[in-house]
């Protein structure tokens, strides 16, 4: 099966940066993904890495480690709008099934 | 590009009755999901479909839960009797192709919320 384990809060103030942590285990892999969920608003897709390193994309940028089935998801420059759910996926090789994290709920202070 | 749509946006119900969501996925896009997301979760997959076939459907509770996608395009999703604990959001995402780097990207509709007294 598949699971993965990504910090319940976060708490950033407005223009600073953040990183939110996702470990996983998965009987097979293709890749992790990363989604935004605003209040009351359906997920909408951020960012995918399928081999290690940074991918970046604006002012996020998300992680891979393969070997330590580890990822994290950079924030930079901070903004209001940025208050959201964050949720890992991953993606595994069984009918490509993709496996959402309980996600993690990011709040920005002014 | 339309997006997912999904219909009813809300639904309430009381136990032990029915109820159907709708979904229509974007055009041309082959892999269709079906997600519950309980307040404070993640999504959890209930059903998968590549065309008008079934994927996975290993977390569908089949006793209670149903679902088809005719002609391979768009999809009802049927829970009856409903019990208290199916008061969720009910998420129809799709993907363009199941396989390579196109099946990440997965495009979310607005969800059903459906609440069971």
């Known amino acids: 099966g598949q699971s993965l384990e990504q910090p319940s809060e976060v708490t950033a103030v407005e223009g600073a940066i953040v990183q939110i942590n996702c470990t996983y285990q998965t009987s097979g892999f293709y890749g992790l993904s990363w989604y935004q969920q605003h209040d009351g608003g359906a997920p909408t897709f951020l960012s995918y890495?399928?081999?290690?390193g940074l991918e970046e994309t604006g002012r996020f940028s998300s992680f891979l480690s393969r070997s330590d089935s580890y990822g994290y998801l950079l924030l930079q420059e901070l903004q209001m709008k940025d208050s959201a759910s964050y949720f890992c996926a991953v993606k595994g090789t069984n009918a490509g099934k993709s496996t959402f994290g309980d996600g993690t709920t990011l709040t920005v202070k002014p | 590009e339309a997006g997912v749509a999904q219909s009813p946006r809300y639904k309430i119900i009381e136990k032990r009755q029915s109820v159907a969501f709708w979904c229509n996925p974007i055009?041309?896009?082959?892999?269709l999901y079906w997600y519950q997301q309980i307040l404070g979760q993640g999504p959890k997959l209930l059903i998968q479909f590549q065309n008008n076939g079934v994927v996975d459907d290993s977390q569908l509770p089949k006793d209670r839960f149903s679902a088809e996608r005719l002609k391979g395009v768009d999809s009802t999703l049927k829970i009856q009797p409903a019990k208290l604990e199916d008061s969720a959001v009910y998420l129809c995402?799709?993907?363009?192709?199941?396989?390579?780097?196109?099946?990440?990207?997965?495009?979310f509709g607005a969800g059903s919320r459906l609440t069971v007294l």
């Open positions: 055009s041309g896009h082959a892999t």
């Open positions: 995402a799709s993907s363009l192709v199941f396989s390579g780097p196109g099946a990440n990207v997965l495009t």
């Open positions: 890495n399928a081999l290690d």
